[in-house]
């Protein structure tokens, strides 16, 4: 399975049967939503903070702390397969244990990659309060900041958590950090409010088409994850799984991942 050309934006147009894209089409929809959801949660605490009010939104979890834990491990998992299958190499990772949860419901865990340093650039980015400026991309400005090829990689990974909570669960619980890492990226690139959601679905239909396909590498290296096993046994669990679903080996022990991924044909 090749990634999904930037020239493709639809689920229509996906070479799929009806059944697919009609399944395709309803969690993309989801996924959409589920950003919206994340964005608005995120003003609300912003107004509830210039207020001096408390968090608009309770952080109510939808089961108990062991259903926590399970989503955590899902999502932080989904981020896992994602980068690794389109050629960025996770280096660490971290997910809360079942006394940090005790202690703090809303603990979350999280996967560091190599090649996103350009995060820790943006990561102090004061969001405008409709996230996006009006203006249309600015090449100038921001030149060097982060290339295309690996914008495109970044938006597939960040979504990789709430798709794999929706892909599971059929719901997710809505903690945004992930979706005000990836507005204040795309606010520092300069992107308008139209171009950023178009990049966006784009993204969502890739990394959607990627967790379905390795769904149960996802859950290995969630249990992996759940029993604090390396890196390297992460990767052994996709690669396992890799081998299965498509008759070979993917490129873990190969020296320049990128350029063996199998995933990397169209993203730029």
């Given amino acids: 399975m090749l990634i999904v050309p930037k020239r ?3 689920v229509d ?7 697919d894209k009609m399944s395709l089409h309803s969690s993309v929809d989801s996924i959409l ?6 964005r608005q949660f995120a003003l609300e605490e912003k107004v509830g903070a210039f207020l001096g009010q408390d968090s608009l939104t309770n952080g109510d979890c939808y089961g108990s702390l062991s259903d926590d834990r399970v989503m955590c491990l899902q999502h932080e998992a ?3 397969v994602v980068g690794y299958l389109l050629g960025i190499l996770p280096k660490r990772y971290r997910v809360p244990s079942m006394e940090e949860l005790e202690k703090d419901n809303l603990a979350g865990g999280k996967v560091e990659f190599l090649g996103f340093e350009f995060l820790h650039e943006v990561s102090n980015t004061t969001l405008p309060e409709t996230y996006f400026t009006n203006r249309k991309h600015s090449s100038k400005e921001y030149d060097g900041i982060v290339s295309s090829k690996t914008l495109n990689r970044f938006l597939c990974v960040i979504l990789g958590g709430l798709a794999a909570e929706l892909l599971m669960f059929g719901y997710s619980e809505l903690l ?8 204040r990226v795309m606010s520092r690139l300069g992107y308008s409010t ?12 890739n990394t959607l088409l990627i967790l379905r396909r390795h769904h149960k590498a996802t ?8 029993l604090g096993r390396s890196i390297g046994f ?3 669990a996709i690669e396992t799984d890799f081998g299965t679903t498509n008759g070979g080996r993917h490129f873990g022990s190969q020296a320049n991942t990128q350029a063996k991924s199998p995933f990397l044909t169209n993203i730029y």
């Fill in 78 to 80: 989904g981020h896992f």
């Fill in 13 to 19: 147009e996906l070479e799929l049967n009806d059944a």
């Fill in 219 to 226: 859950s290995r290296v969630a249990e992996a994850m759940a």
């Fill in 33 to 38: 939503h589920l950003v919206k959801c994340c």
């Fill in 194 to 205: 139209d171009m950023a959601n178009s990049q966006i679905k784009w993204a969502a239909i």
């Fill in 234 to 236: 992460c990767i052994d």
């Fill in 176 to 183: 945004h950090s992930d979706v005000d890492q990836l507005d």
């Fill in 8 to 10: 493709i934006s639809v």
